[in-house]
């Protein structure tokens, strides 16, 4: 990511070969569905904790696994949209090795079993959970929209190179 976020990574984008500049548009295609991957990772586990801290505010009883399994869909399902037209994706999910790399990373401030039992866990420690993933997805939104200034930048060299002829559709089918 340092690499690609470095401005010498879109220095000289008009010198560079077509198929340098679409490996540079690819890595970064790559790099986008990492964060966003890891972006929803998080997300999901900031909707479950908000979701209990708002069933202890209004005094509710703890639910059942059952009932706690039906309201999934709209804990989750909240923020399933950002902001914004959004962008395409190329891929759904990273590789497998890298799913595994970036679940480590929310693992690592919230397990899969404090998940499981949220409700045990006291009002501060439902707290802390919460400003810890809400800084790690601060942090990586931050992350996406940078990639995302490098990522234009790479269409706009891709554009202007159509546009002037230097590239053509042909190009791509052969």
């Not at 039906?70 to 962008?87: D, F, K, S, T, V």
């Not at 006291?122 to 990639?147: C, F, G, T």
């Amino acid at each position: 990511m340092d690499e690609v976020l470095d401005p010498v990574y879109v220095a000289g984008l008009p010198k560079l070969s077509l198929p340098d500049l679409r490996a540079k548009r690819d890595r970064c295609s790559e790099l986008e569905t990492e964060l966003s991957y890891l972006r929803r990772l998080t997300q999901a586990r900031i909707d479950l904790i908000t979701a209990e801290s708002d069933r202890r505010q209004r005094g509710l009883a703890a639910p059942g696994p059952e009932v706690l399994v039906e309201q999934l869909a709209h804990i989750l399902g909240e923020h399933a949209r950002g902001e914004g037209p959004g962008r395409l994706p190329v891929l759904l999910a990273p590789s497998e090795g890298v799913q595994e790399r970036l679940a480590a990373r929310v693992e690592a401030i919230c397990s899969s079993d404090q998940l499981g039992s949220l409700g045990e866990l006291s009002s501060s420690q439902l707290e802390e959970l919460l400003a810890n993933l809400s800084s790690l997805e601060r942090d990586v939104s931050a992350e996406r929209r940078a990639l995302h200034g490098v990522q234009d930048k790479l269409q706009e060299e891709l554009v202007r190179r159509y546009r002037s002829g230097e590239a053509t559709v042909d190009a791509l089918l052969t």
